[in-house]
C-alpha cells in the first residue's frame, strides 16, 4: 500500500483545513487509514482511523468534535476534515494503513510522507 498526504498550510486558530490521503495497491479493503501528527519534540500521537471496507472510525479524544475523518473509494482517497483548530494542533500531519483499524501507531506499517499544518494564534 502507498499513501500519499497533502494539504497542509498556515491557518488561524478557529479556522478549517482539510487534508487528503490518497492511497493505492491491492486489496485497500483489508485496511484501515489512520491520521497521525508529530508536533516539535513530541512524540507521534493517534489523531484518526477509518475501515476501508465498512467506514468505521475512531478518534483520539484530543480531537473528537473537531476532526472528521472519511473516505471516498472512488477516488481511492481518506480525507481529515479539522474544525475549530488550535495551536496546539500544529504538527507534521501522516496517513498511514494498517490491517486493523486501531490507535497503535506500531501496528501501522506503511506510511506516506507527512503535510504541515501550522496553527498561528
Known amino acids: 500500500v502507498q499513501l500519499q498526504a497533502s494539504g497542509g498550510g498556515l491557518v488561524q486558530a478557529g479556522g478549517s483545513l482539510r487534508l487528503s490521503c490518497k492511497v493505492s495497491?491491492?486489496?485497500?479493503?483489508?485496511?484501515?487509514i489512520g491520521w497521525f501528527r508529530q508536533a516539535p519534540g513530541k512524540e507521534r500521537e493517534f489523531v484518526a482511523a477509518?475501515?476501508?471496507?465498512?467506514?468505521?472510525?475512531r478518534y483520539a479524544d484530543s480531537v473528537k468534535g473537531r476532526f472528521s475523518i472519511s473516505r471516498e473509494k472512488a477516488k481511492n482517497a481518506v480525507y481529515l476534515q479539522m474544525y475549530r483548530l488550535k495551536p496546539d494542533d500544529t504538527a507534521v500531519y501522516s496517513c498511514?494503513?494498517?490491517?486493523?483499524?486501531?490507535?497503535?501507531?506500531?501496528?501501522?506499517?506503511?506510511w506516506g510522507q507527512g503535510t504541515l499544518v501550522t496553527v498561528s494564534s
Open positions: 495497491g491491492r486489496a485497500l479493503s483489508d485496511y484501515a
Open positions: 498511514a494503513a494498517s490491517t486493523i483499524r486501531t490507535s497503535n501507531v506500531s501496528a501501522y506499517h506503511h
Open positions: 477509518i475501515s476501508w471496507s465498512s467506514g468505521n472510525m
